[in-house]
């Protein structure tokens, strides 16, 4: 009797949750010059960017990604031509975290990245916004 109540409890519950929909993909775009939000669900996830016709995975550790991600953060817009190529040599300007770094230049990158966080902060355009 208690294997019955058992199979039929097992078999209530596979049949409950095959009743449920699953998850759906949804991507939320409030402004249309931001990039999208993607959510699975109610769970907000980040999408895997890859290098244009390549399989290298984009991530803020790179510097053109890095540069990119402030304006939008910060800024709420992408970066200007100009604006874009002025942080880009800035934060270049040291090795990369990729590349075989000392403990010196490596500690340089993180004050050239915080320095910009801190321009973009006590920018204008920045300030305008609230």
């Not at 050239?112 to 300030?127: D, K, L, N, T």
């Amino acid at each position: 009797m208690k294997l019955f109540f058992a199979t039929l409890l097992v078999a209530f519950a596979a049949v409950a949750s095959f009743a449920q929909s699953p998850p759906t993909l949804r991507i939320v775009t409030e402004a249309p010059n931001l990039p999208s939000e993607l959510f699975y669900g109610d769970i907000k996830v980040k999408p895997l960017r890859l290098r244009p016709g390549t399989n290298v995975p984009i991530t803020i550790n790179d510097a053109d990604f890095y540069v990119t991600q402030q304006y939008v953060d910060f800024l709420s817009r992408f970066p200007d031509q100009s604006g874009f190529n002025f942080w880009l040599t800035k934060v270049n300007s040291v090795s990369q975290p990729g590349e075989d770094m000392r403990d010196d230049n490596q500690a340089l990158g993180r004050v050239q990245r915080a320095e910009m966080v801190r321009a973009f902060v006590e920018s204008i355009e920045y300030r305008g916004r609230f």
